[in-house]
């Protein structure tokens, strides 16, 4: 029994890990009861037909029987210990030497016990049989733990978005003309698109854009991670850290000795626009936004990523699938996980297919998003809308040679260029079609550059981005600049902070702004505030 519960120690530990309210954030409802269940029956099924084995062997016993029940117990006990081990090593940024020498000599110990017992010497054997009894006695407190954090984890009403704030129907005159889109494309990367233009493909509309546009070449990501770069971008301060707490709350800090306040509490370009009297609404991926923003905004969608870790992408996918076929896939990716004990090298089967979903996953966010940002930009009430998409970040979600949305694992970064360059194409003729083009301002930038220590070796990782990213990530994001009614490009060529964006926008919705000119010499003035 307990050897069926130990086979899935580290689906256990998946769910320990999942009871951490930090990970409520990447929630867009209560945990869902799924994975616990299926993880409950699989181990419990794996142990019926341990005990159903076991009891055969007991019944006509004969020595070779014997000798293999025992081989085949300690076999097992040791591939467990290995795959917690590499479980360990995955999930932690620096895998720990002292647990790694530790399970180790664990593991070595029982080989020689599986040796010791071909030669009839049991002495390790029961050892093993002992401590495996004792963890067995362990695992009703296990259970109790689970149930207790189950029963006093949030609520539905703790996932619920803010409310948002009333539409304003009178706009003040000189706002009414006042149309700013703020395009945030995830990972979209300025030296990999427009520096070195690989592995970029035709990126047409995005060319045709940037020669009628501000553009700065040298623009800075505010962090090296959406959960950080987003919130210095939206609330325009460079914050020096964050941390994940619970579901609404999203600790920002200013300096290394500040205190941490809530993202929520902190001032917004969303706040500050409502207070010119402008109506923002947000569509975005990866933060709850509604729940952290909805308060500053009259109409909010947000699709939470859902998996920032592996045990999280677990939950969502069971919670997709349900108990009669997370059992059966459950089972399997215990067996691949003994599996790749045995390979040194190439993707895991586990990791592929994991990979395959998440790009399913993407594409359909992708597709919620782009749907709702294509309904909205139309909308005249809409003063400041910023739209967060989930490309091109991996997985590749568009098969650029197609033209259209059929998944394989050859897609890449440039497939999502390709998307980014036909999102901005379909946005630009929405808006010429409702007559608003001229007239709407655009400004189109990134969290971050280009990871590749994030998608080395995943899906969609090829011999091209292999070599494109051989000399470090880079930092710089494209900075792109529409104003109504200017034809003649203009390339600003400093190097500064993303995080002006803000201001930027503010600057603009406040009239501060309205030709290139204009916002050259404000950046100028702002990423130089010495000069
Ligand atoms: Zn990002």
């Known amino acids: 029994m307990s050897l069926g519960n130990l086979c899935f120690l580290t689906r256990w530990y998946d769910l320990e890990h999942l009871k951490d309210p930090a990970m409520d954030y990447y929630r867009s409802a209560p945990v869902n009861p799924t994975l616990s269940a299926a993880t409950f029956v699989s181990a419990s099924l794996l142990a019926v037909m341990f005990l159903a084995a076991w009891l055969w062997v007991k019944r006509t016993p004969t020595r070779a029987k014997l000798l293999t029940a025992r081989c085949g117990f300690l076999l097992v006990?040791?591939?467990?210990?290995?795959?917690?081990?590499?479980?360990?090593n995955r999930e932690s940024v620096q895998p720990d030497l002292g647990s790694n020498i530790a399970l180790l000599v664990i593991e070595l110990i029982l080989v020689s016990g599986l040796v010791l017992t071909t030669?009839?010497?049991?002495?390790?054997?029961?050892?093993?049989?002992?401590?495996?009894?004792?963890?067995?006695?362990?695992?009703?407190?296990?259970?109790?733990?689970?149930i207790w954090a189950r029963v006093t984890s949030p609520t539905a009403s703790e996932f619920a978005p803010r409310s948002p704030l009333p539409m304003l129907l009178k706009l003040r005159p000189e706002l009414k003309k006042k149309h700013v889109l703020w395009l945030l494309f995830d990972e979209f990367d300025q030296r990999m698109a427009f520096d070195l233009r690989q592995p970029a493909g035709d990126l047409a509309a995005l060319e045709r854009l940037r020669a009628e546009s501000l553009v700065a070449t040298q623009a800075h990501q505010?962090?090296?991670?959406?959960?950080m770069a987003v919130p210095c971008l939206l609330s325009g301060r460079l914050f020096s850290r964050v941390d994940v707490i619970d579901a609404n709350t999203l600790n920002v800090y200013a300096g290394d000795s500040s205190p941490g306040t809530n993202w929520h509490d902190q001032p917004n370009v969303f706040k500050r626009a409502r207070e010119l009297g402008v109506n923002a609404e947000l569509v975005g991926w990866h933060h709850p936004y509604c729940r952290m923003l909805g308060d500053s905004l009259v109409r909010c969608l947000d699709v939470p990523t859902g998996a920032p870790t592996d045990a999280m992408l677990a939950e969502t996918s069971a919670a997709d699938g349900g108990i009669p076929r997370e059992v059966p896939y459950l089972s399997r990716l215990q067996l691949t996980d003994l599996v790749n004990i045995f390979r040194f090298k190439g993707d895991s089967a586990t990791a592929v297919s994991q990979d395959e979903y998440m790009q399913q996953r993407q594409q359909q966010q992708y597709v919620r998003i782009r749907d709702a940002v294509y309904t909205d930009i139309t909308d005249p009430r809409i003063g400041l809308l910023?739209?967060?998409?989930?490309?091109?970040?991996?997985?590749?979600i568009y098969n650029r040679k197609r033209k259209d949305f059929t998944l394989d694992d050859t897609l890449s970064y440039a497939d999502n260029l390709a998307l980014v360059d036909r999102t901005v194409g379909e946005i630009r003729q929405i808006l010429e079609q409702a007559d608003l083009w001229d007239s709407t301002t655009l400004l189109i930038t990134s969290d971050h550059g280009f990871r590749p220590s994030m998608w080395r070796g995943r899906l969609g990782w090829n011999d091209e981005l292999e070599k494109l990213t051989a000399p470090g990530r880079s930092e710089t994001v494209p900075f792109i600049v529409k104003l109504p009614g200017q034809t003649q490009g203009r390339v600003f060529r400093e190097p500064f902070s993303n995080v002006v964006s803000a201001d930027l926008v503010l600057a603009?919705?406040?009239g501060q702004i309205s030709t290139y000119q204009d916002a050259s010499d404000w950046l100028a003035k702002n990423v130089n505030p010495d000069r």
């Open 77 to 88: 006990l040791i591939c467990v210990l290995e795959s917690v081990r590499r479980y360990w």
């Open 222 to 227: 505010t962090a090296g991670f959406t959960t």
């Open 386 to 396: 910023f739209a967060h998409f989930p490309t091109p970040h991996l997985f590749g």
């Open 508 to 510: 603009i919705l406040n």
């Open 119 to 146: 030669f009839g010497n049991t002495g390790v054997l029961n050892m093993a049989r002992r401590v495996v009894l004792l963890l067995t006695l362990l695992f009703p407190f296990f259970a109790i733990d689970l």
